[in-house]
């Protein structure tokens, strides 16, 4: 359990979020916005890769955002990366450097990056699918010596929907990341492939059995990538992705995020394809 | 613990009695039906009702409840506390089974301290069912017709007394310095015994199978047609979860007041039921179909609940097929799956007609 874990069950409620405050706020996307957030007296959220914290606002209320930082720069703060998309991201992004917002979490259960160690890695992220994934893609090159080969295959809508554009550009000049991108529609600035991403698959050799694949992004995308990547022999313990759903309140209650008899605010979002496959509403 | 005998002559000075320190609810008649409501006199309950609308849940886990209260001013929320020490009398036994499923809900993995508070401060007072509340109740099928623990007191209806069953400490202290409670004699439990003797065979099996099959006959149901089946019936209005005793999704809403500097943050009963419980932010919809909302909602009444938590996620106390415009119900939808399980000729014939 986390420090930030066990001041929250210390708390009155589960429900009472602490009092957070906005240190820093970059644009990433035409409609995403990078939040760096700190918690008071400089606690650490103390988050696992692929975990979310529940952030509100109050008046307006309370969202999941999945935790795009790394353990590994956590450095006392921690950033969420926010698409405009509803009524409380709406407001967030009116929010300025200095404004306090509230946060609960982290929650969920991340990446076992623990079993990942040693594996070559296969990061597929789609749209904003990058954003929970940038934060095990970090931890990965922080401790780069314990894995093999890391190779991104990433695909967006159109070229202003790649996010995390100046990471992009360190990751594609790392000789030790292979990094392939794609997007569905070019324009005339857009010079590499354009296709979904399943298209670069094909031009992806991997060593099955040392692979470990992850995968972020929309609902719609999975079935495709999932069957690119079987189709690779990559076994089903070893593909992992993190699935969206209303975690409306974050600790197994609400009811709103179940997917069939599990909660994914409890025993995801993380799961690999192996632990979901037999459930029916789950892809 | 131990077992009392009261006079039913003593109801008003017990009533008044527990009021001194505590809220006291129980059923009271309401327009032809019961529900659970504030009791100030005796003259106000009806121990012997057959079922009340909504479930004595409502003291537990209210339809709406504040969590935090806040200004607009950037100063931290408040936790609302308002739990106060009430006795919940007059409860069935099924609505006391559905309490227990609820007490491991709220308190896995991480406490719910709304919840929490209230129970603690709650002493139940449940009654025995000597004959069936209504047609769709199945309670003898569900293994909830009677209950051995989880009350606080536990009364039984011997004609001119009540037998107490003595459940807790809490529930003994309710008792204290009442004139007229004694100790139970042998000839007290004879009369207890041979009530409940009497009573069994009033109450009907509406299962057609062992209640301990249902988990593994949702399993191997999953796929049946007949969720495409009640799904076409099904209007998705809510009322069959709004009405269930172990119910318990929410909503959480935020709502600021007239002076827009203040506000709260409140939590409100939700249900599966309804088109956008499983919506997210982009739109997806992760159940759009009726067919698989109602199919999620007897998988959690059948299967997921006792996967999770060891109890089942229905006690029986037929509400939701009471209270459905469309009569889906909780027996139909079982014997039938059952059927076609078991009878698959008679079932296909049935397909075939539907």
Known sequence: MTQALRETLAEPSIYLPTTATIADIRAVGKREKVFTIELPRGVSLGNQPGQFVEVSILGVGEAPISISSSPSRSNGSFELCVRKAGDLTGVMHTLKVGDTLGIRGPFGRGFPIERFRGKDMLFAPGGLGLAPLRSLINQVLDERGNFGRVIIAYGARDPGELLFKDELERWAQRSDVELHLTVDRGDESWTGPVGVITTLFPKIEVHARNTVAVTVGPPVMYRFVLMELLGKGISEGSIWLSLERRMKCGVGKCGHCQINHLYTCQSGPSFSYAEIKHLGEAL | ?354
């Not at chain 2, 509340?133 to 039984?156: A, E, N, P, R």
């Not at chain 2, 089946?229 to 009405?243: F, I, K, P, Q, S």
């Open chain 2, 1 to 354: 613990m131990s077992f009392k005998v009261i006079p039913k002559t003593v109801l008003p000075d017990w009533i008044d009695q527990m009021r001194l320190s505590q809220r006291v609810v129980g059923p009271r008649p309401l327009h032809g039906q019961h529900v659970f409501g504030d009791v100030h006199t005796a003259a106000e309950i009806d121990l012997d009702y057959p079922t009340t609308v909504i479930p004595p849940k409502k003291y537990l886990f209210p339809q709406q409840e504040d969590l935090l209260t806040f200004r607009l001013d950037g100063s931290a929320p408040r936790v609302v506390q308002d739990a106060e020490p009430t006795v919940v009398l007059g409860l069935h036994t099924c609505d006391l089974h559905a309490l227990h499923l609820l007490d491991r809900v709220f308190a896995q993995t991480y406490i719910d301290q709304p919840y929490m508070a209230r129970r603690e401060k709650t002493t139940l007072v449940s009654i025995e069912c000597l004959r069936p509340c209504m047609s769709h109740s199945f309670c003898k099928s569900m293994g909830t017709l009677s209950v051995t623990d989880g009350f606080d007191l536990h009364l039984t209806d011997l004609g001119d007394d009540y037998g107490v069953d003595v459940g807790t400490d809490k529930g003994a202290a309710l008792l204290q310095g009442l004139s007229g409670v004694r100790d139970a004699t042998d000839d007290d439990q004879h009369r207890v015994n041979r009530v409940m003797t009497e009573k069994w065979p009033r109450f009907p099996l509406r299962l057609e199978f062992d209640v301990t099959e249902l988990p593994s006959l949702m399993s191997v149901s999953y796929d049946s047609k007949l969720w495409d089946e009640l799904g076409d019936r099904c209007l998705a209005c809510a009322m069959c979860t709004n009405v269930c005793p172990t119910c318990y999704c929410f909503n959480v809403a935020d709502e600021v007041d007239l002076t827009l500097s203040a506000g709260k943050r409140y939590r409100v009963w939700d249900s599966c039921q309804l088109d956008k419980f499983a919506t997210v932010a982009d739109g997806h919809n992760f159940r759009a179909k009726r067919a698989a909302r109602q199919r999620h909602r007897f998988l959690r009444k059948g299967k997921y609940q006792t996967d999770a938590f060891g109890l089942l996620g229905c006690v029986g106390c037929g509400r939701c097929a009471q209270a459905c415009l469309v009569d889906i119900t909780p027996v139909d939808t079982w014997n039938e799956l059952y059927r076609r399980r078991h009878r698959p000729a008679s079932g296909e014939s049935k397909e075939v007609a539907a």
